[in-house]
T-cell receptor, first 115, second 113 residues
């Protein structure tokens, strides 16, 4: 089992460029999440999905879009990147939602710099 | 406002020593509390998960405690090893129906030889 994988690991963008981050999980999990981690702040939820074909906004969704066309994949898109989106992005998945025995498994992260 | 606060922000200890990290939260209603370990450049990895009815949970040399009345949790690391050097993150989630995980900012632990 690879668990949760993220592509790419690093990326540098110029302001206004677009890109897509790919998250894949091989644990047959229903729920998937995208977080960003910034210095001095806890992880913040951008968007999440409770199943194939569904998406929902998290705490900081502005400037991002997501899609969950296949159960195992969750894509995060930046249509017009801004310097404020410089961050480390983590994808996570869980069998179900926030119940006590639904552990979240995190990917290795994508470090994004927007110049 | 739902918050999770951790202390200290950073900690340096010698290999073999014990240490205790603190987590205070104001999340209500409360469902469960998790401790994660995050190595530099990696994603967080779960150490323990506790519901409001559990007051202690162990995972090897890691022991978490929870006092739901005072809304405090601690993570005790016994006989520290160099590999324990990492950030430790406390995460609290509310009762079902109010989906949200609240992440603390973490305690950065450095274990020296």
């Amino acid at each position: 089992n690879a668990g949760v994988t993220q592509t790419p690991k690093f990326r540098v963008l110029k302001t206004g460029q677009s890109m897509t981050l790919l998250c894949a999980q091989d644990m047959n999990h229903e729920y998937m999440y995208w977080y960003r981690q910034d210095p001095g702040m806890g992880l913040r939820l951008i968007h999440y999905s409770v199943g194939e074909g569904t998406t929902a906004k998290g705490e900081v969704p502005d400037g991002y879009n997501v899609s969950r066309l296949k159960k195992q994949n969750f894509l995060l898109g930046l249509e017009s990147a801004a310097p404020s989106q410089t961050s480390v992005y983590f994808c996570a998945s869980s069998y179900r939602g926030q119940g006590p025995y639904n552990e979240q498994f995190f990917g290795p992260g994508t470090r994004l710099t927007v110049l | 406002k739902n918050q999770v606060e951790q202390s200290p922000q950073s900690l340096i200890i010698l290999e073999g020593k014990n240490c205790t990290l603190q987590c205070n939260y104001t999340v209500s209603p409360f469902s469960n509390l998790r401790w994660y370990k995050q190595d530099t450049g990696r994603g967080p990895v779960s150490l323990t998960i506790m519901t409001f009815s559990e007051n202690t949970k162990s995972n090897g040399r890691y022991t978490a405690t929870l006092d739901a009345d005072t809304k405090q949790s601690s993570l005790h690391i016994t006989a520290s090893q160099l590999s324990d050097s990492a950030s430790y993150i406390c995460v609290v989630s509310g009762a079902s129906g109010t989906y949200k995980y609240i992440f603390g900012t973490g305690t950065r632990l450095k274990v020296l030889a």
